[in-house]
């Protein structure tokens, strides 16, 4: 009797450790990575203070502005995002490389509301670790952000994997790069979504 207990016993034993390998082999091959998508614009308003106070600008002069940023890894764009005041159509986004001035992509966006967020997803774009990019966007109706006490701000401002270097803008219609680079408000609003390789 001891025998026949101690063979069910070993038998029980045994069969709840393979069931146990196979839910655990199981929950591996279920699981998926997780993309995450890195936003720098709600970040980079707050570590400015550029969030304390906004006013709207609506055709008030074309301008190409935008930031100048690096990432801090390996990654890529996948979406563009804009939010303006006014409604718009093929507003024209570029990303340059920011040591030559070469655009490295071009991408027309319709901005069919005012004051919300359109999104416009890319083929992706391939962003090397520290190396320096701009994006920007040529419009005359734009958020103009700074702080309470209209003071300056301090570069480089960290949020997530990108540090983003520098705000500036240029007059004009032109796909230009810009090189005047206030240091007490940003102007926008222009941002991308970025994923880490």
Not at 66 to 88: A, E, S, Y
Request: charged letters at 20%; proline letters at 5%.
């Amino acid at each position: 009797m001891a025998m026949k207990t101690l063979k069910n016993l070993l038998c029980i034993t045994l069969l709840c450790g393979a069931i146990i390998s196979c839910n655990k082999d199981d929950d591996n091959s279920s699981q998926t990575p997780v993309v995450t998508e890195q936003n720098p614009l709600p970040g980079y308003l707050t570590a400015t203070g550029f969030d304390q106070k906004t006013t709207n600008y609506v055709n008030s002069g074309d301008y190409e502005f935008g930031i100048t940023f690096t990432p801090l890894v390996n990654g890529k764009i996948t979406t563009l995002m804009t939010k303006i005041p006014d409604v718009r159509t093929s507003m024209r986004i570029t990303i340059w490389d920011k040591a030559t001035a070469t655009i490295l992509r071009t991408e027309l966006i319709d901005v069919t509301s005012s004051g919300v967020e359109i999104s416009k997803v890319i083929s992706p774009l391939d962003l090397v670790k520290d190396k320096e990019y701009m994006i920007t966007y040529n419009s005359n109706d734009w958020y103009e952000r700074k702080k309470t006490d209209g003071t300056n701000t301090t570069y480089p401002v960290t949020v997530g994997d990108i540090k983003i270097m520098s705000y500036a803008y240029k007059s004009g219609t032109n796909q230009v790069m810009p090189d005047v680079i206030p240091m007490n408000y940003y102007a926008g609003d222009l941002t991308f979504k970025f994923v880490k390789s």
